[in-house]
């Protein structure tokens, strides 16, 4: 439920939990997926592309593993953004079948506002944290489809306007929360079997791949609120 003065912390995390609970079945879908596949591409690599980057990471040491080994984590990438599209339509259509309608959209603008924060974050990490924030909705906003794939992007700032802070302290909220627990299990998996280990590399890919839900959970939630929002007190905040 949005607040007198917008949206509030607590709505963007509520409406992320529900996000969750709500599809129950295609964050399952998603986690037989990508565990699997992540685990095998760190397990080939030694874990030298692990990482929580979500993009494509081929450092020189996977590069001279081979062509297989680089196949590998060229096809877990792609598997990724495809997962990745998959459970977000999933949640912003509330169905297990969503169709792939609008696959190809979702990779171009996907790689797009990946290049344009890093690029920013290269310049100064502020602009780079502003781009994350305002185009919290980016994604969801592409599979609606109720508006151009390029157009999403101004949609995504204008439908943000007025509530960055509470975008950024959720956001914040979940990431430290994630990373918390990423340390936890990180130690505790090479204790248990070392780098490049089986139960390393599996612990690895669970965590990510659930932190990938809980990132995917969280733009769909506040997509949910921003566009929930009537265009007249949109307007009030710009």
Do not use: H
Request: glycine share 10%.
């Amino acid at each position: 439920m949005n607040t007198a003065g917008g949206i509030s912390v607590g709505d963007i995390l509520n409406r992320t939990t529900e996000a969750i609970r709500e599809n129950v079945a295609a964050v399952l879908i998603f986690l037989a997926i990508t565990i699997p596949a992540t685990a095998l591409s760190e397990y080939l690599t030694g874990g030298n592309d692990m990482g929580f980057s979500f993009g494509l990471f081929l450092s020189s040491e996977v590069m001279a593993q081979g062509v297989v080994v680089v196949l590998v984590v060229l096809l877990e990438f792609l598997l990724g953004i495809i997962a990745a599209y998959y459970l977000t339509a999933a949640m912003v259509f509330g169905t297990t079948a969503p169709g792939f309608d609008r696959l190809l959209a979702y990779v171009g603008i996907y790689l797009l506002s990946i290049l344009a924060i890093t690029f920013a974050a290269f310049l100064l990490l502020i602009p780079a944290i502003i781009l994350g924030v305002r185009w919290a909705p980016l994604l969801p906003i592409v599979v609606q489809g109720r508006c151009g794939a390029t157009e999403s992007f101004g949609e995504a700032w204008r439908a943000t306007s007025g509530s960055s802070w509470p975008i950024f302290f959720a956001m914040l909220v979940v990431w430290v929360g994630m990373m918390f627990v990423a340390i936890v299990f990180g130690i505790s998996s090479v204790f248990g079997g070392g780098t490049g280990s089986i139960t390393q590399v599996l612990a690895s890919a669970m965590i990510e791949a659930i932190l990938q839900v809980v990132l995917i959970a969280i733009s769909v939630g506040i997509f949910q609120l921003v566009t929930d929002k009537p265009d007249d007190l949109i307007a009030t905040f710009e």
